[in-house]
């Protein structure tokens, strides 16, 4: 008899108690309150960063279990919100980069972007398409960079937090960024604004 | 491609996000944002974002809290359980290799007898009948109760060190 079922009442024992440890660390009502202050916001990031709003809803929900499992995660009472808010968006870019480095082995950098630009989800449900078009343009990381920087409102050091680059190559990305989508918008208004 | 930052794009970024550009800002910053290609670029960029932001919040459908809750909770309980059983199988491997090594080294040690079974099974089955007293009489009977004590001694061992190693390794 296999040693598992000799011991099955000790090992589920401990079991139930580690799963509580690292669950513990934010009750379910807790988790509630910052499941709806932040759900939302990460379903934005995820839906614009992707361009596919099934993808996001996989990954945001993927996102919150592991925040959830995760025993270095940090806790609401001791590390307040905007800590744990950062490391779920750490997470959902960790799963952003691992979607996209799956069907081929290189880095997003080099991947075309009509991997990405997938029609149909955000572009149907997008009640402007002021940014949409222009936002498919633009590489994946420039996009999460883009979407950190100025939808969110986060600071270089919180972006470098999340995405994991250095925080003093931000700044340099994140200028080439915003002056690439500026460019693209430019031109996206200048046809519209010919017709008138 | 040349970094230019302009000191005015903290201040712009803020009434931006916060809302109040255009009306809340003043007269000479609205001026500059025409002739400052990062401060335009910052206004229409910004601007686009916090209404695309608005836009899909608005949008979004999240599940239920509870049903995440629940699949941390699974998830969690067997990633614990995984954890758990990790020294459970060291101590299994230890035990194994703990018990084959006597016996090899046994064998090992016994191989310079290897004729002599040989010949003893070839008796064995030339022999039409097989009587009890052949077997106690024959000369390996001395090894085949070496080997009875050495594989007894082996299996305890092997259970005493598992649950040693079982014992020792830390468990969360």
Not at chain 1, 96 to 108: E, F, M, N
Not at chain 2, 31 to 48: E, I, K, N, P, W
Not at chain 2, 137 to 153: M, P
């Amino acid at each position: 008899m296999p040693w598992d079922l000799a011991l099955p009442n000790p090992l589920a024992g401990e079991a139930d108690a580690a799963a509580e440890h690292t669950a513990a660390q934010m009750d379910s009502s807790a988790f509630a309150g910052f499941y709806e202050r932040s759900a939302r916001p990460l379903w934005a990031y995820l839906v614009r960063a992707s361009c596919d709003a099934a993808l996001a809803d996989d990954l945001m929900q993927e996102s919150y279990v592991r925040f959830l499992c995760a025993e270095r995660a940090p806790s609401l009472a001791e590390d307040g919100e905007v800590a744990a808010r950062l490391y779920l968006f750490r997470i959902a870019t960790n799963l952003l980069h691992d979607h996209w480095r799956r069907p081929r082995a290189a880095s997003i950098d080099e991947l075309p972007e009509e991997l990405f630009s997938i029609e149909g989800g955000a572009a149907q449900t997008e009640s402007q398409a002021e940014l949409g078009p222009a936002l498919r343009r633009m590489k994946p990381r420039e996009r999460q960079l883009l979407w950190l920087a100025h939808a969110e409102g986060y600071s270089h050091r919180e972006i470098a937090q999340v995405t994991g680059l250095a925080s003093a190559s931000i700044r340099l990305l994140l200028f080439r960024a915003r002056r690439k989508i500026a460019r693209l918008l430019r031109e996206q208004q200048k046809p519209a604004g010919g017709s008138q | 491609m040349t970094l230019v930052s302009c000191t005015c794009e903290k201040e712009i970024r803020e009434l931006v996000e916060s809302g109040q550009w255009p009306l809340a800002a003043p007269p000479e910053l609205r001026a500059h944002t025409s002739s400052c290609r990062a401060c335009a670029d910052l206004v229409l960029v910004a601007g686009a974002f916090q209404r695309a932001r608005a836009a899909t919040i608005a949008a979004a459908k999240p599940d239920s809290p509870g049903a995440i809750w629940w699949r941390a909770q699974l998830r969690s309980r067997q990633q614990a359980f995984e954890r758990i059983q990790r020294p459970l199988m060291g101590a299994q491997v230890f035990a194994l290799v703990a018990l084959l090594l006597p016996i090899v080294g046994f064998a090992a040690f016994e191989a310079r007898n290897f004729p002599g079974w040989l010949a003893w099974l070839g008796k064995l089955s030339q022999s039409a009948q097989l009587h009890a007293g052949d077997l106690s009489s024959t000369s390996t009977s001395g090894s085949a109760s070496g080997l009875i004590f050495v594989v007894v001694a082996a299996a305890a061992f092997a259970l005493v060190a598992g649950v040693a190693v079982y014992f020792a390794t830390e468990r969360k």
